[in-house]
């Protein structure tokens, strides 16, 4: 491979952004604090790891009508994303044994425009499957508390919690968890009016995420095993994930970038686009969820990318009871996050959240970070610039996200995947140069 130099006033390195030139073929061969006469030079744009992406649903097999690895990636790496963890439920079969996983894997071959690593599922009747998922190289173990939306995911419940979290302990493997509990009754009248925002959001209570979010807490206490909050979307949920982090128990938890950039006030009716779940909630709650970057409490951010045909989103009928709950929105978790966020934090705040500390979780220790010896994965890009999203510029399967005709800002220029440019002047110039990410 061709060795390669580039230069930016705005190289995110060792913390901070400064000048740099990096010298790189498929790793990281030297970093010099000045600029070099035969380097590439961007100006200002900013240099840094490109992002990853650790909770997206790609759909395949078995669903690859829904998105697939190769729009998905595609679509990462249009966004500035080099890395994603793909969820094991949406394709079929769903990822809760190791024959399937060898599945996924099969039909993930030539299509990875960026690396993809693997979650397993974890589902009443599958502990047994668990420790040969973790040595095939899964980086973490996915539940609901609640119906996935998949008749063939199902729920666990805390006896299956209890069986399953001192072999996942034991692994210091995170147990990721989508966190609601049906456990008060709701009387919103949802069924009467299923094309209404504020009646879907009414029916999906902060008290249900509230409550699962203490179980899992109570479970890590329980097992000393790593757990991962999902999506919080619920703030009041906040204080219990800070005081269990100041107790010292393996915590940890994202929000995704629609959960801070969306506000509930602004959905409007009949649009099943911005449907997911738990849902997008008002604004006072959603200002707590930026702020809790700022201290901490939430981790990093995400997409939960999970694409779905027009039909079963609902598109022409607005039914926002019967639409598939999921925001295509792998694209934009650097650009509409940064849009959410400038105002809340600089960018030295900001950058950590999509590079070093996604990256600290799935344990990819030669990712995340520019320093000699890790991967070549970089985004070029300028923070200052805005651009309203067309249609004809999103590479998911399906034009249907509730970021077109947002303007948003920042601009991807460049994303560098294993030291090969994938993405560049809005179009994927290499195509098939991502990596799987096992566990090892």
């Known amino acids: 491979m061709q060795q390669r130099k580039i230069y930016s006033n705005r190289v995110w390195v060792e913390n901070k952004l400064q000048p740099a030139t990096i010298t790189f073929t498929n790793g990281i061969k030297a970093i010099d604090f000045q600029k070099s006469a035969d380097a590439e030079d961007y100006g200002n744009a900013i240099i ?38 793909d969820m ?90 989508h966190c609601e509990l049906y456990d008060t009754e709701v009387d919103c009248d949802f069924d009467n ?22 179980l899992m ?71 707590q969820l930026k702020h809790a970057f700022v201290t901490g409490v939430l981790d990093f951010i995400t997409t939960d990318h999970s694409p779905a045909p027009p039909n079963i989103k609902e598109v022409e009928s607005g039914n926002l009871k019967k639409a598939w709950g999921g925001i295509a929105g792998i694209q934009f978790l650097l650009t509409a996050s940064w849009t959410a966020l400038k105002n809340t934090m600089s960018l030295e705040q900001f950058i950590p959240l999509v590079t070093s500390k996604p990256a600290n979780f799935i344990k990819a220790s030669t990712k995340g970070t520019i320093k000699i010896g890790n991967d070549a994965d970089f985004v070029i890009w300028n923070p200052d610039a ?16 509730p970021y077109i005709a947002q303007n948003l800002h920042g601009q991807v ?12 002047n809005k179009l994927i110039q290499n195509k098939n140069k991502g990596l799987w ?3 090892k």
């Not at 690859?64 to 963890?85: K, L």
């Open 88 to 177: 094991p439920l949406n394709a079929s079969p769903v990822t809760t044994t190791l024959d399937a996983f060898n599945q996924k894997l099969e039909a993930s071959k030539g299509k990875m425009n960026v690396n993809v690593g693997f979650y397993a599922g974890l589902i009443p009747g599958n502990i047994g499957q668990l420790e040969s998922l973790f040595n095939a190289g899964v980086v973490g173990v996915k539940c609901f508390l609640t119906h996935s939306g998949i008749d063939e995911f199902p729920n666990v419940t805390e006896k299956d919690l209890d069986e399953a979290m001192p072999i996942i302990a034991k692994h210091n493997i995170p147990l990721l968890a």
């Open 217 to 287: 807490i109570r479970k890590c206490r329980q097992y000393n095993c790593p757990i991962h909050i999902v999506h919080v979307a619920s703030a009041e949920a906040l204080a219990m994930i800070e005081a269990a982090k100041k107790e010292g128990l393996p915590i940890t938890a994202e929000t995704c970038t629609q959960y801070f950039f969306f506000n509930a006030e602004d959905i409007p009716d009949a649009n099943c686009i911005y449907k997911c779940a738990p849902p997008i909630r008002e604004k006072a709650n959603n200002e």
């Open 437 to 439: 990410l096992l566990q």
């Open 386 to 401: 805005n651009d309203i999203v067309k249609p004809e510029d999103l590479f998911f399967r399906y034009k249907i996200s």
């Open 413 to 424: 220029l460049e994303t560098i995947v294993n030291g090969t440019t994938v993405y560049s």
């Open 48 to 85: 840094m790891p490109g992002v990853i992406d650790v909770h997206v649903h790609i759909n395949e097999p078995g669903r690859t009508e829904w998105e697939g690895f190769e729009t998905a990636t595609q679509a990462a790496a249009a966004g500035g994303s080099t890395t994603i963890i």
């Open 193 to 214: 009016n299923p094309t209404s925002y504020q009646h879907y959001l009414a029916s999906r209570p902060k008290q249900w995420e509230n409550d699962a979010i203490a």
